[in-house]
Structures are given as C-alpha cells and as structure tokens.
C-alpha cells in the first residue's frame, strides 16, 4: 500500500516543478537513516478538522521518539503540520522538534490531543541530516503525535522563504503568523485577592524568530 500510494505524491512534486513554483519533496520517499519510538505511514491521517497525505507518528514510547534523513545540504526548508491524530485525549501533549548536523533548528510549544494542527517552516539550507523529533510532556505522550506531510523544499524566492515569529507565553503557543516581531505581547495574570507582585522576563532570539514570555510567580 506504501508503494501505491508514493507514485501521486512523486506526481505532485514533478508538477510543482513543471509550472516554476520551485521544487518539492515528500520527506516520506526519501531512505530513513536511523529510527526509534516512531514510525512511518503513506496513507491519509487526520489531525483536527484538517487531512494529510502521509505522516511519521510517535509510538507511545517512554523517551523521546525520532528519526532521521541524509537529505545531503540539497534542500532549504522542511514543510510539515504538527498535532496529534483526530480524537486523542488532551491530557496527551509533547513538544516537536527539528535538528540539522546535530543542532536544534526548531522546538515547538507544548502541543496537546485536541489542538488544530500547527504549520511549521524549519530553514535546512546547508544541512546534511535532519533529525524530527517528539518529545513526550505526558506520559505515553507521543502516542498520536505527528509530523504530517513533511516536505523538502528548494528554489524558493525570498517571500517563500520567510518563517513566521513564533511566540511562547509561559511555555505554551500563541496565535501568530506575521514575519516581523511584535512591539507588545498581551498576557493574561491571574488576580488573587489581595495584592500580588509579577515579574515578567522577555527574550526576543531574532535568530531563531522566536519570543519567549515568562511571568512569575
């Protein structure tokens, strides 16, 4: 079955190509170096309300779940949605994360059953082997968890390119999709009775894209 159904999506990138929108390739039809508490799947998977073709799936292993590809510096950017199979229970979450050359190049926010699956554009330019990996933050919590339709992607233009800001508030994700950073953040603090003090630690890592927002206690 894995066979059949690789040929429509080699058709699909061959297309890609034939109408100038740079090149494409499902990550699934490349050979698999190394693999471990994951594995891989050609057929249509369901995350939330949205459907893919293809995926590579944690099994519910007590560590982290990976696996890794020799995509030979040829690429410039992975291409994948991250979330768990329809109807998981939202007591699972993980984090997702994505290495090139042994340096991480990508973590998500935590990730939890239920959420809509979250698009993600990882840079590899340059790099040789990626690593994508799941990270379980509940027990077993990799049962589920996708990287789904992972694609490689090259000849891109500069708009194409482009990464979203990715925002964390106190470790969990919040909804962004603009290219420049944020002048503010808004934060939801909890009111108690009485009076309460709150610090709050900012770090802008512009190149990672990423802003981090911690408040205490």
Known sequence: ????????????TLLGVALGAGESFPLLA????????MFWDM????????????SLQGMGSPGAAGIGYNVNGEWEMLEAHIGYLKNVSNKRSC?????????NLYTSGEIKGGQEPEPIK???EGKKIIMLRIEPISYGGT??????APTLRRGMSADEKAVPYRIEVNGQ?????QFNAPTAVP???????????YSVKVINDTQQRKIQVTTSP
Request: proline content about 6%.
């Open 143 to 148: 049962q589920g968890a996708c990287f789904a």
């Open 30 to 37: 490349l050979t698999r170096e190394a693999m471990e508490g």
């Open 122 to 124: 990882v840079s590899i």
């Open 43 to 54: 057929t249509v998977v369901n995350l939330g309300s949205q459907s893919f073709n293809g």
């Open 187 to 197: 934060l939801a603090l909890p009111v108690k009775p009485g009076e309460t003090v």
């Open 95 to 103: 984090k997702f994360s994505v290495l090139g050359d042994q340096l």
């Open 1 to 12: 079955m894995h066979r059949l159904l690789l040929f429509p999506l080699l058709f699909s």
């Open 173 to 177: 994700r919040m909804p962004y999709d």
